[in-house]
């Protein structure tokens, strides 16, 4: 579950392309001059995330690269025929690349998108050329950590019963969906502001469809742990130091298994660095990219 969109660019009016991918419409919009590296970057939370959270971050790049963001099968604006699998996801990911024409990619993405950027590195490896992970995990170990911390919070009393529902796949329809989110929001932000919480339930797009298959078919079995060591592709990873949903223990056991993989903990952020410390996470993006995927300069740009 992922709470990494600041409701003022949640709320901003953008104009999707709705492009045809294995047999579902998707809400596709591509950020960016053409001819640069291609970033394509996965949302996170399937059922209540959407391409407005990797605009606001990832499309921070679009200064010098192609940035494609898209709301997946089954979340915001995108259809949801068919399952929702991490098969099926990585096969988008892989046809959206193909749609944009580019060889390979930089994968990228936060929280659920994090799962989904490893899935693809895993599945298509000679697609990735670079990677960038954000406040997420290779396993699902980190669900028995968030209860922990979710009932070790002094900032609020969660109901879990709620918590529990949200986070086995267990939603009964969208109005539930948005009461469990509404529950566990507050847990998310490095500083606690109940009226950023009531923005961000009021500019989140639910789909309780997709939610619950992640969250009841998918994660029960999620353990990527044994494939990262084959990854090639330099790698970023980056989480808040106080993460409470994919604590800074996960994104350490990916660095330590993908190899030469780099780690940046931020440490006045919670689940959303890109948010919290915009500036230096963004900074810390692009001197990586820089290294190892240069933007193309125009020689008049020189």
Known sequence: MSTDVSPEFAKATTTAQFVEINGNR?????????????IITHHGAPGLGSRAEPRA??????????????????????EGNGEFSHEQWAA????????????QIIMAGGSYGGFMSLEYATRYPERVVALVLRDTAADNSHSELSRKNALASDRVTVDMEKFDRIDEGLV?????????????LPLYDFVYDPEAVERKV????????????????NLPTYDLKGAL?????????????????????????????IPDARLAIFE????SP?????????????????EVVPPVRSAASE
């Open 172 to 184: 009964r329809d969208n109005d539930d969906l948005r009461d469990c989110w509404r529950e566990i």
């Open 229 to 257: 060591p084959g990854i090639t592709a330099p790698t970023l990873v980056t989480v808040g130091r106080t993460d409470w949903i994919t604590p800074v223990s996960c994104s350490e056991t990916i660095a330590s298994l």
């Open 202 to 217: 009021e500019a989140t797009p639910y789909r309780y469809e997709a939610h619950n298959y992640a969250f009841s078919k």
């Open 92 to 103: 988008d990911i892989d046809a959206l690349r193909e749609w944009i024409g580019a060889e």
């Open 268 to 271: 006045k952020s919670g689940h």
């Open 57 to 78: 971050s990832f499309g921070r790049l679009a200064d010098e690269y192609r940035v494609v963001v898209f709301d997946a099968r089954g979340s915001g604006e995108s």
């Open 26 to 38: 998707l809400a596709v919009e591509v950020l960016g001059p053409e001819g640069a590296p291609i």
């Open 274 to 290: 890109q948010i919290e410390e915009a500036e230096e996470w963004t900074r810390t993006v692009r001197a990586f990219l820089h």
